[in-house]
């Protein structure tokens, strides 16, 4: 066992066998590299990437590899998850040097780490077109004992390039119309009117992408162009929904497509990926009022709570792609999720069989096609996808809407418990304060929406265990990474973010006002830590890290992608507290977030789609609803629930009842608890500054209002 047994990293311990002398980052490696006068070789993954294993039984696992590696460099593994600053600076690089990046991702640095070489996998040896990693070590090793002072050189070079691009631009004054109509316009133009999505392929699922057009559509409610927005949010969920990208069996969202169907996924589970889904399928029911929404929300938290959430506390990251098929033989990517028509039929009655075959496109040699499998590894399987709605077989079959789901039900409690007897995918159980406080946004927004009490319950015991276990109140340091302990790397400013939406979605539910304090504190520490003076943008990480200087460029992150860019979720955060604190406790920060984002919005506007829908709010005048009426009431429940439907973050929800205090809310507190209740009903009022509506006590009504604009 190599150094990186001791590593509290579950990818970092997948490799702490390797015959590689691996080093984790930090001072041992960076010393040891510059008194022996050798190159660094940075290894980056996580530990549910499928590329990543390949290398490692390809390379890694390799004695001819390791002696190489070994002799001629300081090898060093990073969990992108772990210290995303390090991914992120030298995928900068790859990407600009390479113009392609991802994970395994493979870089050579100097003993002051400046960057010189880079790519992401290569196999051991030249093949599919691709050089091999023998080669590349071989040709790196020679050149760094011929020319090292030239690479050395270079290396500086390219590092000061870097740093001026990623300086940004300075701030500026940004037409926000005009930049979210060519969002749209670019959103409109990418979207495949057949399947779905945007683009071709592979797919990937985009919530900020999705969240914007929401909005979008919400906010030119009578216009043609909002109405299309509407559509592309509307049909893109469903063909997620339809596809083999959704868990048909067990609830969750595969992480990406490699088609344009949404059919055949790439088949790990993130915990970001969960809840920003869920998330943005109960804005769709909370817009819409849907039924398949609201079951594709449960179905998600649902697998949450089942799957992911752990003993201690906290949720898992991820579960892996690879897991080892119930026949035997070695790990392979969706092992745990396919089936041969030959399983099903020894699972299955023939009535369920046949509708399964038919709702999900079951066939005897298997359904997933050749070029969406290029290795085989996936051949005489299938992957379970509606490819109709279910009212068109029951049509076909002579059955009733109810008794054709009577039957899809059955079959999928069966296979469910026939793939619970299957060995499971691996599983990434640390726990990333993050990607756990976007969960624990989704079960208070769906506790509040869907009035289920388990999801409230879960978001608090959420956000209790993220702070109890990664927040050091006697220095006021907020903590990343939770596994066997408290892990020693420092919350980023995306960590912030997300943890403050926490919060503030769980005042939403509790109404208990402590949740407001406690998101002040810390979005004070995030500006405090974060803020760039010069831009008024945010960096991902603090100005004195782990390791001052390791990290040779200092980031901003400019795109809402797999998770939303901090300024994005800051924007929406701020808007929120404008709503909720009397005073003006951020002056200027809201306009300063647009203006200091002018360049990217200008020349790339779908980069940061969740910007723009928080930009979109920002144009919106505030709305209060306030609920009058005991919460245990389910009349009460009913209208804060329809309260919360509202698409914008520039709203206050509250509930009043007596005993309840607002104390954030400054003068403004004495004028919401006098509103009265008559004749003892639970009634709603919207409101704006000291002056609100007649009493509203249908639920329906209130959306309509809301959903109206007044």
């Known amino acids: 066992m190599n150094r990186l047994a001791t590593a509290k990293s579950p990818y970092l311990r997948q490799h702490a066998a390797n015959p590689v002398d691996w080093y984790s980052w930090g001072s041992e490696a960076f010393a040891k590299a510059k008194a022996e006068g050798k190159p660094i070789f940075l290894s980056v993954g996580y530990a549910t990437c499928h590329w990543c294993h390949v290398m490692a039984h390809e390379s890694f696992e390799d004695p001819e590899v390791a002696e190489l590696l070994n002799r001629a460099f300081v090898p060093v593994k990073v969990d992108r998850e772990e210290r995303p600053d390090v991914d992120q600076a030298y995928m900068a690089f790859v990407q600009a040097t390479t113009g392609q990046g991802g994970w395994p991702m493979s870089v050579w640095l100097t003993s002051d ?102 909005r979008y559509g919400a906010s030119r409610s009578h216009r043609p162009e909002g109405e299309r927005a509407r559509l592309i949010a509307k049909q893109t969920l469903e063909a997620m929904a339809r596809g083999g990208i959704r868990d048909q069996i067990g609830g969750g969202f595969h992480r990406y497509s490699v088609d344009r169907f949404w059919r055949v996924p790439h088949f790990e589970k993130m915990l970001y990926d969960q809840a920003q889904l869920a998330s943005i399928y109960l804005e769709s029911f909370g817009a819409e009022g849907d039924a398949r929404s609201e079951g594709i929300v449960r179905e998600v938290l649902d697998y949450l709570l089942r799957d992911l959430e752990l003993p201690g506390g906290g949720f898992a990251s991820a579960e892996d792609a690879d897991s080892f098929p119930p026949e035997g033989g070695p790990a392979r990517e969706g092992a745990f999720y396919l089936w041969t028509q030959n399983e099903l039929s020894e699972i299955l009655e023939p009535a369920e069989l046949a509708l399964a075959a038919d709702l999900w496109g079951v066939r005897p040699e298997g359904n997933i096609p050749a070029d969406a499998d290029p290795h085989q590894e996936l051949a005489d399987r299938n992957i379970l996808f509606e490819r109709e709605p279910i009212e068109g077989i029951a049509a076909r079959r002579g059955l009733s809407r109810e ?17 619970g007897q299957r060995p499971r995918p691996a599983k990434d159980d640390k726990v990333v304060l993050g990607w756990n406080a976007l969960a624990a946004s989704a079960l208070a927004r769906a506790g509040l929406l869907l009035g289920e009490e388990r999801y409230r319950a879960a978001a608090e015991r959420t956000v209790d265990f993220l702070l109890s276990t990664l927040f050091e109140p006697a220095t006021g340091k907020l903590f990343r990474l939770y596994r066997e302990g408290r892990g020693e790397v420092e919350a980023f400013a995306g960590d912030y973010a997300m943890l403050v939406q926490a919060l503030l979605d769980l005042f939403e539910l509790t109404q208990e006002a402590g949740w407001v304090e406690k998101a002040v504190f810390f979005q004070d520490r995030m500006e405090a830590l974060f803020r760039d003076p010069e831009s008024g943008a945010y960096w991902t990480s603090g100005a004195d890290g782990e390791e001052p200087g390791a990290v040779p460029f200092r980031m901003r992150e400019e795109y809402d992608g797999a998770e939303p860019a901090p300024i994005s979720l800051a924007a929406a955060n701020l808007l929120r507290f404008s709503a909720l604190l009397p005073e003006e406790r951020w002056p200027g920060r809201i306009d300063a977030l647009f203006g200091a984002e002018a360049d990217q919005l200008v020349h790339g506007p779908t980069a940061l789609p969740q910007l723009l829908a928080a930009y979109l709010d920002s144009t919106r005048p505030p709305v209060s609803v306030a609920v009058v009426g005991a919460r245990s009431d389910p009349r009460t429940r009913a209208l804060l629930a329809a309260g919360a439907s509202l698409l914008s973050w520039r709203r206050l929800l509250l509930g009043i009842e007596p005993g309840r205090r607002f104390p954030f809310l400054g003068e403004k507190e004495g004028f919401y608890l006098s509103l009265p209740l008559p004749s003892g009903t639970p009634v709603a009022y919207l409101c704006q500054s000291f002056s609100c509506s007649e009493p509203i006590s249908d639920p329906e009504t209130l959306r309509m209002r809301l959903r109206n604009g007044s």
């Open 113 to 214: 780490l400046q960057p010189f070489y880079g790519g992401t996998y290569f196999p051991k040896s030249d093949r599919w077109g691709l050089v091999g990693f023998l080669s590349v070590l071989e040709q790196i090793a020679e050149l760094w004992s011929r020319h090292r002072e030239e690479l050395a050189h270079r290396a500086e070079e390219i590092a000061g390039r870097l740093r001026e691009s990623l300086a940004g631009s300075r701030p500026a004054i940004v037409d926000g119309e005009r930049v979210v109509e060519r969002a749209f316009e670019e959103f409109s133009r990418a979207f495949d009117p057949e399947w779905g999505g945007f683009g071709p392929k592979p797919k990937f699922p985009r919530p900020a992408a999705l969240h914007f057009l929401l």
């Open 403 to 419: 008794e054709a789901e009577r039957i899809r039900k059955s079959a999928a409690a069966k296979l469910f418990h026939a793939r």
